[in-house]
C-alpha cells in the first residue's frame, strides 16, 4: 500500500485464528495481511 491508514485488527496467539479473520476481511474486498513479528 502507497497510501493511506493501516490498522492492526487483533493480536493472536494462534495463527489459524488470525487466517480466519483474514479470510473474512478478503471475503468483504478489504486488503489484509498477517505479519508476524
Do not use: D, N, V, W
Not at 10 to 29: D, N, P, S, V
Request: no cysteine; aromatic share 10%.
Amino acid at each position: 500500500l502507497s497510501e493511506g491508514t493501516r490498522i492492526q485488527m487483533g493480536a493472536f496467539k494462534f495463527e489459524h485464528e488470525a487466517q480466519g479473520l483474514l479470510e473474512k476481511l478478503q471475503q468483504q474486498g478489504i486488503y489484509a495481511s498477517i505479519y508476524r513479528p
